[in-house]
């Protein structure tokens, strides 16, 4: 199974950029994506990474460090829309994604 | 092109009833999958389908069963409703051909159980 632990919530202000980190243990990797998702709207895809490393897509990228267990997402030039909470979610060998809770980000002007 | 579409938007149910959550995509994706996103607990899987004709038990399958008898269609069925199966529930789809492999979601369905 995956245990994955990512903060509860974040604040930032608009232009400025802000860290998600996330730390997740399993049993069987296989990727780690990250979603955005608005209150009351389903979750949409942003990013996937499964070698070490940055993929970067915009202003948004997002790190990978398999050997820690650890990934993160950065979001550059925040805008007012960024406002959203945003999950990690782990992929096994099964191609089943265990998600965590997600981080809120409040984007303030 | 919709994607995936999920009916009903919202309901309120009374406890003992028996539900059917639909879901349908025009994608031809092979691999569909239900789950519920509950305050704090994020998405927790409850069953998922890799094809037609095959289903598998996700995180949280109690009280819930599903079938998939064509590619489009994954309807969830909660056989006696209950109070703690109050939750958000989206379906998601993904093109298990290699790669990403990318779950795409659909806008949900708002279930509260009396």
């Known amino acids: 199974g995956q245990n994955i632990d990512q903060p509860t919530e974040m604040t930032a202000t608009e232009g400025a950029i802000v860290q998600i980190n996330c730390t997740y243990q399993?049993?069987?990797?296989?990727?780690l994506f990250w979603y955005q998702q608005h209150a009351g709207e389903a979750p949409t895809f942003l990013s996937y990474n499964v070698l070490d490393g940055l993929e970067e897509k915009g202003r948004f990228s997002s790190f990978l460090s398999r050997s820690k267990g650890y990934s993160y997402l950065l979001l550059k030039e925040l805008q007012m829309k960024d406002s959203a909470s945003y999950l990690c979610?782990?992929?096994?060998?099964?191609?089943?994604?265990?998600f965590g809770a997600g981080t809120t980000v409040t984007v303030r002007a | 092109i919709a994607g995936i579409t999920q009916a009903p938007t919202s309901q309120i149910l009374a406890a003992g009833r028996r539900m059917t959550l639909r879901c349908t995509q025009d994608?031809?994706?092979?691999?569909m999958y239900w789950y519920r996103q509950d305050l704090g607990l994020g998405l927790r899987l409850i069953h998922y389908s890799n094809t037609a004709g095959t289903t598998g038990k996700g995180e949280v399958p109690d009280g819930y069963s599903v079938s998939r008898a064509n590619t489009d269609d994954f309807p969830l069925t909660l056989a006696s409703a209950v109070p703690s199966q109050t939750s958000v529930y989206f379906c998601?789809?993904?093109?298990?051909?290699?790669?990403?492999?990318?779950?795409?979601f659909g806008p949900g369905t708002r279930l509260t159980v009396l």
């Open positions: 994608m031809r994706h092979n691999a």
């Open positions: 399993t049993s069987g990797f296989n990727g």
């Open positions: 979610a782990v992929r096994d060998r099964d191609y089943k994604l265990s």
């Open positions: 998601a789809s993904s093109d298990s051909g290699g790669g990403p492999d990318t779950q795409y």
